[in-house]
């Protein structure tokens, strides 16, 4: 985002939300590749919860990655900072069947997974898209 227009919460959610549906994507996208991987335990990402935080008063920036370094001031904050929001979680999907190779990943649940995570990476990417839309429109009057 630009230091000139500054960002409103529902712009900061659909940013967020299209990063952590990315990072979704892939985590679902390892499932399907470890279907047949013997004791391979199914992955999901919840983050739920940092999307609500991020309406939250004293929320600032976004947590975007892990890393030792310092920040730059006006770079986003890392995960554990003192931000308001909270990391995404990788949580295991509890086992639903029951393969001789203990595998728990469901192809068919993980394909319903992965599409509704497009439509809603779809949905949000397009809301965002008109945001930025609508600002352009005003600056040209």
């Given at each position: 985002?630009?230091?000139?227009?500054?960002?409103?919460?529902?712009?900061?959610?659909?940013?967020?939300?299209?990063?952590?549906?990315?990072?979704?994507?892939?985590?679902?996208?390892?499932?399907?590749?470890?279907?047949?991987?013997?004791r391979?335990?199914?992955?999901?990402?919840?983050?739920?919860?940092?999307?609500?935080?991020?309406?939250?008063?004293?929320?600032?920036?976004?947590?975007?990655?892990?890393?030792?370094?310092?920040?730059?001031?006006?770079?986003?904050?890392?995960?554990?900072?003192?931000?308001?929001?909270?990391?995404?979680?990788?949580?295991e999907?509890?086992?639903?069947?029951?393969?001789?190779?203990?595998?728990?990943?469901?192809?068919?649940?993980?394909?319903?997974?992965?599409?509704?995570?497009?439509?809603?990476?779809?949905a949000?990417?397009?809301?965002?898209?008109?945001?930025?839309?609508?600002l352009?429109?005003?600056?040209?009057g």
């Open positions: 985002m630009s230091d000139l227009i500054p960002p409103t919460v529902t712009m900061k959610m659909l940013e967020r939300s299209l990063d952590l549906m990315a990072q979704r994507r892939q985590v679902l996208v390892g499932n399907v590749a470890n279907e047949e991987t013997p391979f335990k199914a992955k999901d990402l919840e983050f739920q919860a940092v999307l609500a935080s991020i309406g939250q008063p004293g929320a600032g920036a976004l947590p975007v990655a892990r890393s030792d370094a310092a920040p730059h001031p006006r770079h986003l904050l890392l995960p554990g900072q003192s931000d308001g929001t909270s990391p995404p979680v990788l949580k999907l509890p086992q639903t069947s029951f393969g001789l190779d203990k595998n728990t990943v469901s192809i068919e649940k993980t394909t319903a997974a992965l599409h509704d995570n497009s439509t809603l990476y779809i949000a990417s397009q809301i965002l898209s008109r945001k930025f839309q609508g352009l429109a005003a600056i040209r």
